[in-house]
T-cell receptor, first 112, second 114 residues
Framework: GQQLNQSPQSMFIQEGEDVSMNCTSSSIFNTWLWYKQEPGEGPVLLIA?????ELTSNGRLTAQFGITRKDSFLNISASIPSDVGIYFC????????????FGKGTRLSVIA | DVKVTQSSRYLVKRTGEKVFLECVQD?????MFWYRQDPGLGLRLIYF???????EKGDIPEGYSVSREKKERFSLILESASTNQTSMYLC?????????????FGPGTRLTVL
């Protein structure tokens, strides 16, 4: 199947620091989504992007849909302990019912 | 509040047993999905369904089958469980009419096959 390269695999940061993670692919995607999974729960959607170049914020989170449509990044500003979890990027190659392709996740740990 | 529920949070089965994992959504979504999640491998799609009685293979369908007799329910079946099927299983649903193809996930079933 298609692959999304998500990096870094894991991060250990101090509370208050900013965080950046990204996803790249050799394929062009029509939609990019960022999910967060907390321990013992299923992933929850954080931000959705559907236009090349689009920059969207959700509180302290900001995500961008790359101009080439082959990448996306997620930034978290001023991290807090509840930001801990696994962050997944997901892309949709087609539209409508085309399944999402998921990255392998970035595990974020925040040290108070 | 939208909800995807999975029948069990934790399950322990023996090699060779037939295992049923049930997923129910209350959002009247047409699309339903089954993934498995393993450390370092992310979410891998096993099967998905766009409508009742309809199914499509995902990336790793071997050793699994599915059933969708009602719109709200999507079952994952392990015909003869093996130890390499020990994993976290996540169910999701979505509506093709949504702008972002947002998938709503259940809490997951952690399956251990001994």
């Amino acid at each position: 199947g298609q692959q999304l390269n998500q990096s870094p695999q894991s991060m250990f940061i101090q509370e208050g620091e900013d965080v950046s993670m990204n996803c790249t692919s050799s394929s062009i995607f029509n939609t990019w989504l960022w999910y967060k999974q907390e321990p013992g729960e299923g992933p929850v959607l954080l931000i959705a992007l559907y236009k090349a170049g689009e920059l969207t914020s959700n509180g302290r989170l900001t995500a961008q849909f790359g101009i080439t449509r082959k990448d996306s990044f997620l930034n978290i500003s001023a991290s807090i302990p509840s930001d801990v979890g696994i962050y997944f990027c997901a892309g949709q190659l087609g539209s409508g019912n085309t399944p999402l392709v998921f990255g392998k996740g970035t595990r974020l740990s925040v040290i108070a | 509040d939208v909800k995807v529920t999975q029948s069990s949070r934790y399950l322990v089965k023996r090699t060779g047993e037939k295992v049923f994992l049930e997923c129910v959504q209350d959002m009247d979504h047409e699309n339903m999905f089954w993934y498995r999640q393993d450390p370092g491998l992310g979410l891998r799609l096993i099967y998905f369904s766009y409508d009742v009685k309809m199914k499509e293979k995902g990336d790793i369908p071997e050793g699994y089958s599915v059933s969708r007799e009602k719109k709200e329910r999507f079952s994952l079946i392990l015909e003869s469980a093996s130890t390499n099927q020990t994993s976290m299983y996540l169910c999701a649903s979505s509506s093709p009419g949504s702008s972002y193809n947002e998938q709503f996930f259940g809490p997951g079933t952690r399956l251990t096959v001994l």
